[in-house]
């Protein structure tokens, strides 16, 4: 069984970083992808950054591109989002999500769900 265990997220003022971190566990990961995903108060879960475990390729959203940056540290089977510049939101929580195969933006072909971590961003 695939676990996902997502940590990292606070508050934060504007401007500021956050890494968060996502700890898999339950499966070699190696034909996977590895997505976050995050889903503020009353809206759709919406896609933020995906990478490939197997060709090590990454997407971002374009609301995030140049300040968020994947990763992944493969002794520990862990993929970590490093939020720089973090913009006044809507509080959202965050989740980390893996499917087999392909990328894809799509929250709803991804099969495996971390708990979610909340991140608020102060102005």
């Known amino acids: 069984q695939v676990q996902l265990v997502e940590s990292g997220g606070g508050l934060v003022q504007a401007g500021g970083s956050l890494r968060l971190s996502c700890a898999a566990s339950?499966?070699?990961?190696?034909?996977?992808?590895m997505g976050w995903f995050r889903q503020a108060p009353g809206k759709e879960r919406e896609f933020v950054a995906v990478?490939?475990?197997?060709?090590?390729?990454?997407y971002y959203a374009d609301s995030v591109k140049g300040r968020f940056t994947i990763s992944r540290d493969n002794a520990k089977n862990t993929v970590y989002l490093q939020m720089n510049s973090l913009k006044p939101e809507n509080p959202a929580v965050y989740y980390c999500?893996?499917?087999?195969?392909?990328?894809?933006?799509?929250?709803?072909?991804?099969?495996?769900w971390g708990q979610g971590t909340q991140v608020t961003v102060s102005s």
């Open positions: 339950g499966r070699t990961f190696s034909s996977y992808c």
């Open positions: 999500a893996a499917k087999l195969g392909d990328v894809n933006v799509s929250y709803k072909v991804y099969h495996y």
């Open positions: 990478h490939s475990w197997s060709s090590g390729s990454t």
